[in-house]
């Protein structure tokens, strides 16, 4: 369900499980007090980009903060963190693949503050090097909940080329990677000219989304 930011306040917050706020997470100070006693009575919420300024830093003080500067539009590599077998992050660090990672112009790095406290899930050698601040997508726990930030949007990872197998057809990289013959072929019918690139990153994203859907009714059921 969409909710438009200046309603948030509104929303049934005995009911919600998740909370996505997408950049720039700029919403109304009566919802802004819901969030962190949501979070810790079992909340998921998942934060992006400038959300870190706007919401992540006011409240939850002392844990992240945006590092001063700002990214240019590019995508760059990125790696496992602190916690490579994480599921949540599966879908990004596919074996055998560089994994990439798509930098919206003017999107916000994060300067972790309390290491001891936050987990950094994935990094980026070329974002510390150029921006200052390597962490790409973070997270914490809070009381009994969960929440994630990550540089960038989310619906922004996009496909960048950089080998021949970024390059090659959607369908032959699924027969590479042992897809049906069926699947193959209604990919090769529908979508013929869908490169490699493009799968891989619409199916990750896909893949990051449900996982913490799942995360999230997992953690529910348990308590």
Known sequence: MHVAPNRAAALDWDRLQVLLVSCPGM???AALARIAPWVRRGGYL?????ALKHLVEPVFPGLLRHNGVQTADTV???EGGDSVDDPLISGFLESGREPLWWLESAS???EVLDPARVRMLIRSGEVGRSWGADPVVVTFEEGHGTVVHM???LYLQRSDVRTARDAQPAA??????GYSASEV????AAAPSLR???LVSAASTSRFLSDVVLQQRRRASGR
């Open 27 to 29: 919403i109304e100070r």
């Open 46 to 50: 998942l934060t992006t980009d400038w």
């Open 76 to 78: 760059v590599r990125i």
């Open 108 to 110: 916000y790095p994060i």
């Open 151 to 153: 540089l960038s949007h």
């Open 172 to 177: 032959a990289y699924m027969a590479e990677a």
């Open 185 to 188: 072929a209604f990919c090769r």
């Open 196 to 198: 490699a690139s493009e």
